[in-house]
C-alpha cells in the first residue's frame, strides 16, 4: 500500500500561481519504494472526467498533457518522498479537483494506469 496526501490547493485569483504537493509514503518495507513509483496529477471539474494533468518517470522525466501544458511543471523530491506541481498563469477553467496518483508501470496518460490515489485538493480560481 501507497499513500498519497495532496496539499497546496486553495482559492487564487487568474493569472496567479500554485504549488501543489503529493507526499507518498508507504505501510511497509515490502510496498512500493518512492523510487520505484511513476506518479502523475489528474484534475476533475464538476461533471467532467477526470483529465491528465501531468506525469513524472521514477527517472525524472516529465509528460504533459494538453490541457496546462506550458503552465505547469513537476518535479520530485527523492530524499522528502513528494511530488510538486507548479501552475501558473491560472484560468478560471482550471478549477477543479487535483488528484496525485502513483504507479508502478511506465504508462501515464489514463486514470487507469495507476492503483493509488490521493483524495484530492481543491483548486478554485477565481475572475
Known amino acids: 500500500q501507497v499513500q498519497l496526501v495532496e496539499s497546496g490547493g486553495g482559492v487564487v485569483q487568474a493569472g496567479g500561481s500554485l504549488r501543489l504537493s503529493c507526499a507518498a509514503s508507504?505501510?511497509?518495507?515490502?510496498?512500493?519504494?518512492?523510487?520505484?513509483?511513476?506518479f502523475g496529477w489528474f484534475r476533475q471539474a464538476p461533471g467532467k472526467e477526470r483529465e491528465f494533468v501531468s506525469a513524472?518517470?521514477?527517472?525524472?522525466?516529465?509528460y504533459y498533457g494538453d490541457s496546462m501544458r506550458g503552465r505547469v511543471s513537476i518535479s520530485r523530491d527523492n530524499a522528502e518522498n513528494t511530488v510538486y506541481l507548479q501552475m501558473s498563469s491560472l484560468k478560471p477553467e482550471d478549477t477543479a479537483v487535483y488528484y496525485c496518483a502513483a504507479s508502478p508501470r511506465k504508462y501515464y496518460a489514463r486514470p487507469s494506469h495507476y492503483d493509488y490515489w490521493g483524495q484530492g485538493t481543491q483548486v478554485t480560481v477565481s475572475f
Open positions: 508507504r505501510r511497509t518495507s515490502s510496498d512500493y519504494a518512492f523510487t520505484d513509483l511513476l
Open positions: 513524472i518517470a521514477w527517472s525524472g522525466t516529465p
